[in-house]
């Protein structure tokens, strides 16, 4: 459990640099965390976790749990960043101060061009295909629902953080509660023994297929290091910011943990490896046909759930660039009436919509998803240099475990960018290539900024 000094450190206020309004609480990140996090995920990839590991009941679940601890380290050690440094843009500020402007441009430019929108855009695409489960949709029909979906969730994070994050805490209430209660029906009516479907493999397929497995893992947990970015709008940070990493990151692996135990006593595992909509799947199976229906709506509350969380976080990186003068200076600035970065946010959720319009999210998406990892283990990274350049800088919480709780997540982050690399060489190179398209637009900013 983190621990907290009792002491907490005045919060810094660069001059000039256009403040957001401290709105979100303790409640709030556990369930931005929880929200960003459980999108559709853990009702499709868990045959993804189970393939690799030749079905292996007992494997797959430590793939499982073994992810979401990774995934609570790097938390972990988030917290101790976001609570010495609670301001808008989380990883892009540790990049920043530890690393330089440029690396973290890059990330802040990445984020921007792909990893966030085109995330949104996944979402906002996935959220047409469900509601076609009830309705029939043309494809001109599909893209306008999903850019619709963008209008809406861009409309509430404009009118103010706090509707945006009332409206995503309901979400996350009762997406949750939905995966509990189905998890909970798959337990009590499921009959399939959870034994004796493992296809033998040597040890060394076998570890190697955890790797594989662990890339699907640690996309399912992925989202958590979102919080960070709403530093500048969270009450308390020092103290809110740790127990909320520790607390969510906790709650995620039970859910999914709970989950997955679920699928595979109503399916078996042999079923849940050959599925790739799971949770409709198992819960046919048990309850009947019409609950595909009830499943697929509570994908279509997680999905929206997810993508609001994207919108209401990811922004506030491009509104930290544009303050240090590295972005669109519109985008620096703060309703007056609502207390939003609004431009910040219009420019996300346009970006997202004009990719989920055009279907070129799918293949820049594939490319540049592992990259998110490089900065995600360079962020965690950031501990180290602060710790070393500014050692007796008062930390009112340090991660528990270090060195070795941030060095266990960067090593994770290494791993999983070093497999991709030598696994899948060109779609690395061509993740990167795009990437580095920040090159000429970083000189440009630093042009301009300079010139004034």
């Not at 076998?206 to 992925?222: D, K, T």
């Not at 910040?344 to 998803?369: D, K, N, P, R």
Request: charge should be positive; aromatic fraction near 12%.
């Amino acid at each position: 459990m983190p621990t907290l000094s009792s002491k907490e450190p005045k919060e810094d206020h660069p001059t000039g640099e256009k403040q957001l309004r401290r709105v979100l609480n303790f409640r709030d990140l556990v369930f931005l965390i929880i929200g960003t996090v459980i999108g559709s995920g853990i009702f499709l990839v868990p045959g993804a976790v189970l393939r690799p590991v030749g079905n292996s009941v007992p494997v797959a679940l430590a793939v499982w749990f073994t992810g979401g601890v990774v995934s609570l380290l790097g938390a972990l050690t988030y917290g101790e960043l976001s609570a010495m440094m609670p301001k808008a843009g989380g990883l892009y500020i540790f990049i920043r101060d530890a690393f330089g402007p440029f690396l973290a441009f890059l990330f802040g430019w990445t984020l921007f061009l792909v990893i966030s929108t085109g995330s949104m855009a996944t979402l906002a695409v996935a959220f047409s295909a469900y509601i076609a489960e009830f309705i029939p949709l043309t494809v001109v029909e599909a893209k306008l629902i999903s850019v619709a979906i963008i209008a809406v969730i861009a409309f509430v994070n404009v009118r103010g953080t706090r509707n945006s994050a009332d409206l995503g805490n309901a979400m996350t209430v009762v997406k949750v509660a939905a995966i509990v209660v189905m998890g909970a029906v798959l337990l009590w009516l499921g009959k399939t023994p959870l034994s004796g479907s493992a296809i033998p493999m040597s040890v060394g397929a076998r570890a190697s297929g955890f790797g594989m497995a662990m890339i699907s893992v640690l996309w399912a947990y992925e989202g958590w290091q979102y919080a960070t970015f709403s530093a500048g709008e969270t009450i308390h940070p020092q103290r809110n910011f740790p127990l909320a990493f520790f607390t969510g990151s906790a709650a995620l692996i039970a859910i999914y943990l709970f989950a997955n135990v679920g699928y595979l006593k109503a399916l078996g595992p042999t079923q849940v490896a050959g599925s790739t909509r799971v949770a409709a799947t198992a819960v046919s199976s048990v309850v009947g046909g019409f609950a595909g229906k009830a499943v697929a709506i509570a994908i279509l509350i997680s999905i929206f759930s997810a993508a609001n969380s994207i919108v209401l976080t990811a922004s506030r990186v491009y509104f930290a660039m544009a303050n240090d003068g590295l972005f669109f200076r519109r985008l620096s600035q703060v309703h007056p009436r609502f207390g939003t970065p609004a431009f910040a946010v219009i420019a996300t959720s346009a970006w997202a919509a004009l990719l989920a319009a055009s279907g070129t999210f799918e293949q820049l998406l594939t490319y540049v998803i592992f990259v998110g990892w490089i900065f995600y283990g360079l962020s965690a990274g950031s501990v180290f240099v602060f710790r070393h350049r500014h050692p007796n800088a008062e930390r009112p919480y340090k991660v528990p475990g270090y060195p070795i709780t941030p060095a266990i997540f960067v090593l994770g982050a290494a791993i999983l960018v070093i497999n991709t690399i030598v696994t899948q060489p060109l779609r690395a190179a061509l993740g990167l290539a795009i990437v580095l398209t920040g090159l000429p637009a970083y000189a440009i900013w630093r042009r301009t900024r300079n010139a004034h």
